[in-house]
């Protein structure tokens, strides 16, 4: 009983310090660049192309999905130093992305990238299939990783959803199609990866022992 309630007391921990401000800030600064792209508000005549607007939203919520979920999914505190390095390489992908967003579309990276976008695409990949895992599970992880292979069998699919095949090393290389054409599919990602944003209330619950509301 003494161990169960110990593991119990340490999924209920709350986020404090660092964490719970990390947290809170980037909660916030996603819902206000959401709003301000939604409503079209053009604050500070500040005007976000679709795929940097997605990327930013990547950047703080893949971000956030690492210092909310750890490696097995649960919701504990404190933030290990390697999920601290998660989230950072996710802010500083999704943020060369963002950065990029209109040379890539000018310069058509879909089709000739440079080395070090390819790199940072297939670090992106990873990132955003540990992310998925963690805050969907196993399952959702699952459809994202089999669709992100799609093109490798997209050659024997009935007529409507057949395309051309793409043997699963040249994807690999070329992984950036996935993160810099297809944005919807990252927006379909980014909606699953917002479930950490609900992790909020793992900041108003500062009590050791607070439980959460499944109402």
Known sequence: MDAQSNTENKQQQAHSGISQLFIIMLTISGVLLAVHQLFNLQMFNIVLIEGRYLYLLGAIFLSLTFVCFRINGEKTAPVPWYDWTLAAMAIAVMGYFAITAEISLDS????????????????????????????????IFCFVLLFSLYPTFADMMPGPIEGFPLHFWTLFLTILSLLKVHSASLCVLLEILSLASFSLELCCKKQEGAHFSMT
């Open 108 to 139: 058509g990276w879909e089709y000739a990238a440079p080395f070090n976008a390819v790199v940072a695409s297939v670090l992106g990949y990873f990132l955003i299939l540990e992310g998925t895992r963690r805050a969907g599970g196993n399952t």
